[in-house]
């Protein structure tokens, strides 16, 4: 899922050298945090979420394969 999260993020960034991934993983949940540039929040996110929504859904049906449960979190470096 890292890897399937970065390659995304990284396709719709302007700076995709600052894309990271970070995993905590529990005994059924795993959540992700998604960390981009500032100025690349707004491509990540879309118009009213509907990108981060749509890469939440994917997320959910690779991780319910799994019988896992998936949380996205998106952060900006600048924090």
């Known amino acids: 899922m890292k890897a399937f999260l970065e390659y995304v993020a990284r396709g ?3 700076k995709p050298d600052a894309v990271w991934v970070e995993i ?3 005994a059924d949940e795993t ?3 998604l960390g981009v540039d500032q100025e690349d929040m707004g491509r990540v996110i879309g118009r009213d979420g ?5 890469i939440r859904s994917l997320l959910k049906v690779m991780a319910t394969k799994d019988g896992r449960h998936v949380e996205l979190e998106i952060v900006s470096d600048a924090q």
């Open 24 to 26: 905590d993983e529990d």
């Open 12 to 14: 719709l960034v302007d």
């Open 50 to 54: 509907r990108i981060a929504n749509a």
């Open 31 to 33: 959540v992700l945090t």
